[in-house]
DNA sequence: TTGAAAGCGCTACCAA
DNA sequence: TTGGTAGCGCTTTCAA
């Protein structure tokens, strides 16, 4: 079918009535009220040095409220030179109830200390690459969740005038402050708890759901450290997070010749438990089962399921770590511990 | 201990070799590879229209990875009088699963689109001041959670250039897309199982927790419509997510001479299940109970958790519509159902 | 093929 | 008390 492209204008002639104009900037309000932009500005920031009378300010605000006018972030930190934005590129898998309550809390406590928070979705990119993309916002500081950035993609951060930059992951990048997430600590924890309950061929779960890697491999490297050198056995078991997957790791259970086993958490405990006594595998007897995040919902199977308890701790504390990086930039990296792991026994193990 | 603070100068002299120098500008690129800005940028951007001869080039480019030169977005898109930001204000609440895992589809959607996209952790700012707030960063779309948003603040975007506001809640908002979540349908298919079951004294769980009236109410809501002129009766019940707040409610449970609850969703649905249970309050016969989300870990409890099933479009096509939205910002705005909710009948009713 | 320069929207210095 | 104006870093038109 034959047709005719007519040509629109993206930005319509002002005359026309219902049209979007322009976006109204600080010169069309100074036009309004009949003032300069000048004294706009210190009208709508409250400048202190400077005194603007009543009535100016008056026909100021009115003129803006009249025009819709909001500042030009953009514009504005340019001038500046520098903002106060905090960037915390979005995890590459989707985000769990434990680090879901985490960055709402922090996102809380740094809008309270005048950051603006803002989480970056930023897909595919990697390493020094994904670095460049976030530099080029020109964050104050930078939080990077995972091991997706080296000492270079640090330097590239630091260069572009990011004051702060904090990682979390299992240990220090050269130049960041680091929040150490001792996953180790979790399946060391989880695996001495089950040799201490008399287990000695202990199976730890490792979700195949891609992205995972990251705390699983730590966990088993952990829980392998823990029997270390005790004749005690740590297989790694793959389990993907449906029913099926667990169902089919249930039924050669017998097989497999374990006695005791780290989940990798609650969520992937709780489907592996359940499976295990559908086959009439026996939680403890048989197979002892402990998982770790201590959710809630766990406690409500029965047997009360055995967890690695892991507290963060508050939102404001790191909020606080992160606002003395960016007065004091100069200052040496700190590391922290970030994880308080502790074993929760319930009647599972 | 007596320590001595010193005064460590936050821009060190530049002579200073290993003090982070000030930020590189397009212009010290410039003036490390000998040619004008225009030059560097042409060379950096791959501009089609304008040739550079090869030898240039590779010094250009030599020098601004000798630099580590970023360009500055603010400024780049101050000039081009546009960006590709979307801008996603948090939800005042930490995400639930469903959530996390449909915002990270999104995001990976509008990346492969070459959007940018932005979650924005505003605490405290309300309605039109949040309008304001999410104004300033120029968005060329604006996706918003929840009923935060009135016309007003819909104005308020679209006047300072977002190409698109698009809504998620129960009901419309002037002037921008709607993704309408029926959650009233929600609590009206629960209620509706519940009759269908023979259920007359019906409960509907409203959560403690504050933020989650958004949600709560109109599950209520839709749950009191679906029951109304048949004499079957609808009773409100608060409760927190604690494991002691499930025991207070299951306690007082025969006084209430309920016979079936909508537990708002899985999550309380388990808690107060199992509450029930260890009151001694036989599920399903006494009281049939049922959630929403359909979590596989509610399959685990026996009996096994009925639920309303809530399927969410894929992040593409919303994507998509984003896109379309942004693309055409003179359109009507269009109104879709985002959810799609279905009983799925288990054991516990 | 390259450079000079204007200007995006804003703030802050200096002058009136 | 107010206005003129420079300049933040960048792209792009026009001229050489």
Same mark, same amino acid.
């Given at each position: 079918m034959p047709y005719v492209m007519v040509q629109i204008p993206n930005t319509p002639a002002p005359t026309s009535p219902s049209a979007p104009r322009s976006v109204p900037t600080s010169a069309d309000v100074a036009r309004l009220a009949g003032v300069s932009r000048a004294t706009v500005s210190y009208v709508l920031n409250d400048t202190g040095a400077v005194r603007i009378s009543e009535p100016t300010r008056r026909r100021v605000h009115r003129a803006a409220e009249e025009l819709g006018y909001v500042p030009h972030a953009a514009a504005r930190s340019l001038r500046a030179g520098h903002s106060r934005m905090v960037l915390m590129p979005a995890p590459p898998v989707p985000a769990g109830p434990l680090h879901s309550q985490f960055v709402h809390d922090f996102q809380g406590a740094l809008s309270r200390l005048d950051y603006t928070v803002v989480q970056y979705g930023n897909c595919g990119l990697h390493g020094d690459e994904a670095a460049r993309a976030w530099a080029e916002l020109r964050p104050v500081a930078v939080l990077v969740p995972g091991p997706g950035l080296g000492p270079r993609g640090v330097a590239v951060l630091k260069r572009s005038g990011a004051r702060a930059v904090v990682t979390f992951g299992t240990e220090p990048v050269d130049g960041a402050h680091a929040l150490l997430t001792d996953h180790a600590g979790v399946g060391r924890g989880a695996a001495r708890h089950l040799y201490a309950r008399g287990r000695r061929r202990i199976g730890v779960v490792v979700p195949?759901?891609?992205?995972?890697e990251t705390f699983s491999a730590p966990r088993l490297d952990g829980a392998r450290e823990a029997v270390h050198g005790t004749g005690a056995t740590v297989t790694a078991l793959p389990l993907a997070y449906t029913e099926e997957s667990a169902a089919a790791l249930a039924a050669r259970w017998r097989d497999l010749?374990? #006695?005791?086993?780290? %989940?990798?958490?609650d969520e992937y405990a709780m489907l592996l438990m359940s499976a295990l006594q559908d086959e009439g595998?026996?939680?403890?007897?048989d197979a002892a089962v402990i998982g770790a995040? #201590?959710?809630?919902? %766990?406690?409500?199977l029965r047997p009360r399921l055995s967890t690695v308890r892991i507290t963060l701790p508050s939102g404001r504390g790191l909020a606080e770590l992160v606002d003395r990086a960016v007065r004091n930039p100069g200052a040496t990296p700190e590391s922290h511990e970030l994880f308080d792991a502790t074993v929760v026994q319930r009647d599972s193990t």
């Open positions: 195949e759901e891609p992205g995972l010749g374990l #006695d005791g086993v780290f %989940a990798y958490n595998v026996r939680v403890p007897e995040d #201590d959710l809630m919902l %766990a406690r409500l």
